[in-house]
């Protein structure tokens, strides 16, 4: 198994819900990430889980809460959200959390918040 | 910080030409450069990448040059294809800052579009 899966592909919500994006690798990787895409633009880095342990938190609103359960699986837990929320949210693992590590990313979640 | 400027925004070609895509980048300690293929409704997927000891490295249609000294490198892409349609992103990295595979620093991207 070499990929990232993420679901659901398509999530719209209201800004009152609460729901969860969910992400796991089954290639033994140990770093796994939150990426935000906005269309036209690079992905923009939310969260880095290292060994299962939050690293990196890129001054993200609260309304996003991540959670790592396992080595295999990542979630990202939705609360709250505003209209300019709306994008493509990418989950990537990485063999480990050092530069240069082979960065493997799923297909992404298309999130639309009403 | 590093900086990332990928040029152009927008390139279209006829198929069966050549492609080519420039990146610059301003820390010159970075020594990691990876290039990333996103089709529409997809995540990117690593094409090709190159560490700062060699200066090109080929993988069939697809090259990639470095040049260290003026800090740049490009892709090239051989005989287009319409499957080669995509958005292209170049990165950088200092594969020694401690940092992570999160240390990626992307490029603003370039539409590649292949005129049949």
């Known amino acids: 198994d070499t990929e990232v899966t993420q679901t659901p592909k398509h999530l719209v919500m209201g800004m009152t819900n609460k729901k969860s994006l969910k992400c796991e690798q089954h290639m033994g990787h140990r770093a796994m990430y939150w990426y935000k895409q906005k269309a036209k633009k690079p992905p923009e880095l939310m969260f880095v889980?290292?060994?299962?342990?939050?690293?990196i938190n890129e001054s993200v609103p609260s309304r996003f809460s991540p959670e790592c359960p396992n080595s295999s699986l990542l979630n990202l837990h939705l609360h709250a959200l505003q209209p300019e929320d709306s994008a493509l949210y990418l989950c990537?693992?990485?063999?480990?959390?050092?530069?240069?590590?082979?960065?493997?990313f799923g297909p992404g979640t298309r999130l639309t918040v009403l | 910080g590093e900086n990332v400027e990928q040029h152009p925004s927008t390139l279209s070609v006829q198929e069966g030409d050549s492609a080519v895509i420039k990146c610059t980048y301003s820390?010159?300690?970075?020594?990691?450069f990876p290039w990333y293929k996103q089709e529409l409704g997809k995540g990117p997927q690593l094409i090709i990448d190159?560490?700062?000891?060699?200066g090109e490295k080929k993988d069939q249609r697809i090259a990639v040059t470095l040049n260290k000294t003026a800090k740049h490198f490009s892709l090239h892409i051989t005989e287009t294809q319409p499957e080669d349609s995509a958005v292209y992103f170049c990165a950088a990295s200092n594969a020694n800052s401690g940092g992570g595979a999160d240390g990626l620093t992307f490029g603003k991207g370039t539409h590649l579009i292949i005129q049949p």
């Open positions: 990537a693992s990485s063999q480990e959390r050092t530069s240069g590590s082979l960065l493997v």
């Open positions: 820390d010159s300690a970075s020594n990691y």
């Open positions: 190159i560490r700062s000891n060699v």
């Open positions: 889980y290292s060994y299962e342990k939050l690293s």
